[in-house]
């Protein structure tokens, strides 16, 4: 059975908290860079071309050539395999769906990485993150759709999409149990890389500009940034712990979609968000006393 201490759990929700900040990044310049015409399979290329040169650094860096080595290769092939479906999905919903949409729609992530911890990492969640989960459920129903028009495609393929991403997430903590962060990230960028570069053949627009390319590297740059920090968020917590934080992207998803696109939110965008935030301010309040224990999972 493994233990995690306040401290741990702390720094967790830290690394969790920067990992929304960069995958909410990383989705409104998805959205912004699919509208010079650029297709879902190709900007997901392009984010796991640039995500992993800027993996190699960071693990020469910070292990070393070691680092290049595994014990779980078909984790990481079964988990990239995974991603690059989860990816296409998802980064079509993004370009097609108001800012605030796709990252609501991606809050159905934590509610399948609870769900499905129970029986494939043996994790118990407690009753009270439980209820927290299920009223965050709840929130999501209130506000999918923000706006009141997302269209239905777009919505399914993102839903579809994240739920792929959720599956991704529990696999991730099963390699984080023998694996080191940087190894983890390096092979999932090279799983998407290889996996995309298949498809990408059959939907490709060269970069029309220095100006599309640099939008093409910088969703890969913030794709390296999130991962890592979501890596070391679930080393150090339970995923129940760690992913009802992902909630607070929706801050960040208003900002964004107010200043760049002029997106207003409405009265269900508010009152949903007042939900799910409160409910991890709830998992983060009552960790001490009710922290759901992860029993052996290899």
């Known amino acids: 059975m493994t233990e995690h201490s306040p401290r741990e759990i702390r720094r967790a929700i830290g690394f969790a908290l920067a990992s929304i900040f960069?995958?909410?990044?990383?989705?409104?310049?998805?959205?912004?860079i699919s509208g010079f015409g650029y297709s879902a399979v190709q900007v997901a290329f392009f984010r796991a071309v640039f995500a992993l040169l800027a993996s190699v650094p960071i693990l020469l860096v910070q292990v070393g050539s070691s680092g290049f080595t595994t014990t779980r290769p078909w984790g990481f092939l079964a988990r990239g395999l995974i991603a690059v479906f989860g990816s296409t999905l998802s980064f079509y919903g993004m370009a097609h769906l108001p800012l605030a949409?796709?990252?609501t729609i991606a809050f159905t992530i934590p509610l399948w990485v609870t769900s499905l911890s129970v029986p494939i990492l043996g994790e118990r969640v407690g009753w009270s993150r439980w209820a927290a989960v299920l009223a965050?459920?709840?929130?999501?129903?209130?506000?999918?759709?923000?706006?009141?028009?997302?269209?239905?495609?777009?919505?399914?393929?993102?839903l579809a999409g994240n739920g792929l991403t959720g599956l991704a997430v529990v696999l991730l903590r099963r390699l984080n149990a023998t694996?080191?962060?940087?190894?983890?990230?390096?092979?999932?960028?090279?799983?998407l890389?290889?996996?995309?570069?298949?498809?990408?053949?059959?939907?490709?627009?060269?970069?029309?500009s220095l100006h599309d390319f640099l939008g093409l590297a910088a969703v890969g740059i913030a794709a390296v940034c999130a991962h890592t920090m979501l890596t070391y968020a679930y080393r150090y917590a339970p995923a129940a712990v760690v992913a009802p934080f992902d909630y607070t992207g929706i801050l960040w998803a208003v900002v964004i979609g107010y200043v760049v696109w002029g997106e207003q939110p409405t009265p269900n965008l508010y009152l949903g968000a007042v939900i799910l935030i409160g409910c991890g301010l709830y998992i983060l309040l009552t960790e001490g006393r009710d922290r759901p224990r992860a029993t052996p999972s290899n």
Do not use: C, H, N
């Open 136 to 158: 965050g459920f709840a929130a999501i129903l209130i506000i999918v759709p923000p706006s009141g028009d997302a269209p239905i495609i777009p919505a399914l393929a993102s």
């Open 22 to 32: 960069f995958f909410t990044a990383m989705t409104a310049i998805v959205k912004w």
């Open 179 to 191: 694996e080191r962060p940087q190894t983890i990230v390096f092979y999932y960028m090279l799983a």
């Open 193 to 208: 890389t290889l996996g995309t570069s298949v498809l990408v053949p059959f939907d490709w627009r060269t970069p029309a």
């Open 101 to 103: 949409d796709a990252v």
